[in-house]
């Protein structure tokens, strides 16, 4: 009954549009009162003392250096260095922006922040270019979901705050599976744009122009290198790398590119702020959200229910994976990856899955739902950039979306494609 009403308020509340950091405040609260088993003050200290952790650190500088390279000129040159190699092919420029998403993924963390960064500049120019205003916007819709597959990622941070798994682990775990997922939006990308005439810039790919678009773009190349070595190499750790893109995005912005003014620090601040705020929100009442159903036993509950269901492990698994994909639909990804994940960890652990595999999974199947309705981040970013509907959007997207669950699918049974450089 405890269960029921969590659960209930939570989704009444959700219903009704309350924010979901909120929701899950709200429903914690009418719980406790209904049980009477924990004092009032849980919520309260719950919210405290879920932030207070050294790595949980890592994300608002993230955030913040998504938003400082995002104003810094950076997303721009990454597109020339894409353009030099794909323009001229078919489908070249939206090619060549699914590749610089897939760049910036790797500088911000953050899905929605690539899909701004980069959407603002490229959908007008694919529809000046002819491409259909529908398919530019869903190219960067679903392109901009890497953001949080590519390393590094603000929810493989949670999931290794929350799953005590190795952090760094997670980045290098998340690139081979995250250029899977890019290749398989390029395939799809190219034979539309095949069958549509969408056609290249006509002009010759040459070394000396990929020269100088990369020489250009040297100082934003740099960053995910300097950032996955330092970790891997030991010589920082990720919350000390998140600091340091925050320190070398300003330097790259403000000295090298001189794109970033003085001006323009206090509303990067400020925006930065304001999302860290969410994001903090939502991680502070979701981790009392999670504590209080393992304190009322539900995780067990679960797990006793799905083995019921059936004890073969590749039966268990894509009921798991179907469980994200609709939880990915209603729920932010951070919430989802606190609450889940201390219910879905140890069943997956049960079956012979790999904590950092798994954490892969869980963060794959949750960045596919940035481009699915009701909640679609990515489709409401887009949208806003483009001005569609979020109807027409999430028709557009469709195909997309049966590239990236095919892509999930051979990540979940392919265990190697993601502990690949963990061996």
Same mark, same amino acid.
């Given at each position: 009954?405890?269960?029921?009403?969590?659960?209930?308020?939570?989704?009444?509340?959700?219903?009704?549009?309350?924010?979901?950091?909120?929701?899950?405040?709200?429903?914690?609260?009418?719980?406790?009162?209904?049980?009477?088993?924990?004092?009032?003050?849980?919520?309260?200290?719950?919210?405290?003392?879920?932030?207070?952790?050294?790595?949980?650190?890592?994300?608002?500088?993230?955030?913040?250096?998504?938003?400082?390279?995002?104003?810094?000129?950076?997303?721009?040159?990454?597109?020339?260095?894409?353009?030099?190699?794909?323009?001229?092919?078919?489908?070249?420029?939206?090619?060549?922006?699914?590749?610089?998403?897939?760049?910036?993924?790797?500088?911000?963390?953050?899905?929605?922040?690539?899909?701004?960064?980069?959407?603002?500049?490229?959908?007008?120019?694919?529809?000046?270019?002819?491409?259909?205003?529908?398919?530019?916007?869903?190219?960067?819709?679903?392109?901009?979901?890497?953001?949080?597959?590519?390393?590094?990622?603000?929810?493989?941070?949670?999931?290794?705050?929350?799953?005590?798994?190795?952090?760094?682990?997670?980045?290098?775990?998340?690139?081979?599976?995250?250029?899977?997922?890019?290749?398989?939006?390029?395939?799809?990308?190219?034979?539309?744009?095949?069958?549509?005439?969408?056609?290249?810039?006509?002009?010759?790919?040459?070394?000396?122009?990929?020269?100088?678009?990369?020489?250009?773009?040297?100082?934003?190349?740099?960053?995910?290198?300097?950032?996955?070595?330092?970790?891997?190499?030991?010589?920082?750790?990720?919350?000390?790398?998140?600091?340091?893109?925050?320190?070398?995005?300003?330097?790259?912005?403000?000295?090298?590119?001189?794109? =970033?003014?003085?001006?323009? !620090?206090? %509303?990067? $601040?400020?925006?930065?702020?304001?999302?860290?705020?969410?994001? +903090?929100? /939502? #991680?502070?009442?979701?981790?009392?959200?999670?504590?209080?159903?393992?304190?009322?036993?539900?995780?067990?509950?679960?797990?006793?229910?799905?083995?019921?269901?059936?004890?073969?492990?590749?039966?268990?698994?894509?009921?798991?994976?179907?469980?994200?994909?609709?939880?990915?639909?209603?729920?932010?990804?951070?919430?989802?990856?606190?609450?889940?994940?201390?219910?879905?960890?140890?069943?997956?652990?049960?079956?012979?899955?790999?904590?950092?595999?798994?954490?892969?999974?869980?963060?794959?199947?949750?960045?596919?739902?940035?481009?699915?309705?009701?909640?679609?981040?990515?489709?409401?970013?887009?949208?806003?950039?483009?001005? =569609?509907?979020?109807?027409? !959007?999430? %028709?557009? $997207?469709?195909?997309?979306?049966?590239?990236?669950?095919?892509? +999930?699918? /051979? #990540?979940?049974?392919?265990?190697?494609?993601?502990?690949?450089?963990?061996?």
């Amino acid at each position: 009954m405890t269960a029921a009403v969590l659960f209930g308020a939570f989704a009444i509340l959700l219903l009704l549009s309350v924010p979901i950091g909120i929701s899950l405040g709200i429903a914690t609260l009418i719980t406790i009162i209904y049980s009477g088993s924990l004092p009032l003050e849980f919520l309260a200290k719950e919210l405290v003392t879920s932030l207070d952790s050294f790595p949980l650190m890592a994300v608002p500088f993230f955030i913040l250096a998504g938003e400082i390279m995002g104003k810094g000129g950076i997303s721009d040159r990454l597109f020339r260095v894409a353009n030099s190699l794909v323009g001229n092919k078919t489908g070249g420029f939206a090619i060549a922006t699914i590749i610089t998403c897939m760049f910036f993924a790797a500088i911000s963390g953050s899905g929605p922040a690539t899909v701004a960064a980069i959407g603002g500049i490229m959908i007008p120019v694919m529809v000046r270019e002819g491409y259909d205003k529908r398919f530019a916007t869903a190219v960067v819709a679903a392109a901009g979901s890497l953001g949080v597959i590519i390393p590094p990622s603000i929810p493989m941070v949670m999931y290794g705050v929350v799953g005590s798994v190795s952090i760094g682990d997670m980045f290098i775990a998340g690139i081979i599976p995250g250029i899977l997922v890019g290749v398989a939006l390029i395939i799809y990308t190219y034979f539309y744009s095949r069958k549509k005439g969408y056609t290249g810039s006509g002009q010759k790919t040459s070394l000396s122009n990929i020269a100088k678009a990369v020489w250009e773009a040297k100082w934003a190349l740099l960053i995910p290198i300097i950032i996955l070595g330092g970790i891997y190499g030991g010589v920082f750790t990720p919350t000390e790398a998140a600091v340091i893109a925050v320190v070398y995005g300003l330097v790259a912005g403000m000295l090298l590119y001189r794109e =970033l003014k003085l001006k323009d !620090l206090p %509303k990067v $601040i400020i925006d930065s702020a304001l999302t860290t705020a969410t994001v +903090l929100i /939502i #991680v502070g009442t979701a981790t009392a959200f999670g504590r209080l159903l393992t304190i009322e036993q539900i995780p067990n509950q679960v797990a006793e229910a799905m083995l019921a269901v059936s004890e073969n492990p590749i039966v268990l698994i894509l009921l798991i994976t179907l469980l994200l994909l609709i939880v990915g639909c209603f729920m932010d990804t951070i919430a989802a990856i606190i609450i889940l994940t201390p219910i879905l960890l140890p069943i997956a652990i049960n079956l012979g899955y790999d904590p950092v595999h798994f954490g892969i999974i869980m963060v794959l199947n949750l960045a596919i739902g940035f481009i699915t309705p009701p909640l679609g981040v990515n489709l409401f970013v887009g949208s806003g950039i483009s001005g =569609l509907s979020i109807e027409a !959007l999430s %028709k557009a $997207i469709v195909p997309f979306f049966i590239a990236m669950v095919l892509t +999930l699918l /051979i #990540v979940v049974f392919v265990p190697q494609l993601s502990l690949f450089f963990l061996r």
